[in-house]
Nanobody, 114 residues
Framework: QVQLVESGGGLVQAGGSLRLSCAAS????????MGWYRQAPGKQREWVAR???????NYADSVLGRFTISRDNAKNTVYLQMNSLKPEDTAVYYC????????WGQGTQVTVSS
């Protein structure tokens, strides 16, 4: 059973940066497309970014040009570098396989103050 552990969240002022990490245990991490998702209070979880096994990336329009997803297959870890953060980026951030997901981890809280 794959376990996903997200970390790196915190409280930051608008315009600041954070780097999230997600460690995945087991399975064939390097062959999977991995994504970052987020869920803001009172809203449904939404997809933010994904990275294919080839390292090709896609981003939601709302984060394009500000967020960068990357992966280290040797460490079974996927990262999300978030720059120029906005209050509307406030959410719990999760990583998971895309499109079919593993059981969700606990996520990491990102709070951006104005």
């Amino acid at each position: 059973q794959v376990q996903l552990v997200e970390s790196g969240g915190g409280l930051v002022q608008a315009g600041g940066s954070l780097r999230l990490s997600c460690a995945a245990s087991g399975s064939t991490f390097s062959s999977n497309t991995m994504g970052w998702y987020r869920q803001a209070p009172g809203k449904q979880r939404e997809w933010v970014a994904r990275i294919y096994s080839s390292s090709r990336t896609n981003y939601a329009d709302s984060v394009l040009g500000r967020f960068t997803i990357s992966r280290d297959n040797a460490k079974n870890t996927v990262y999300l570098q978030m720059n120029s953060l906005k209050p509307e980026d406030t959410a719990v951030y999760y990583c998971n396989r895309w499109p079919t997901t593993y059981p969700w981890g606990q996520g990491t809280q990102v709070t951006v103050s104005s």
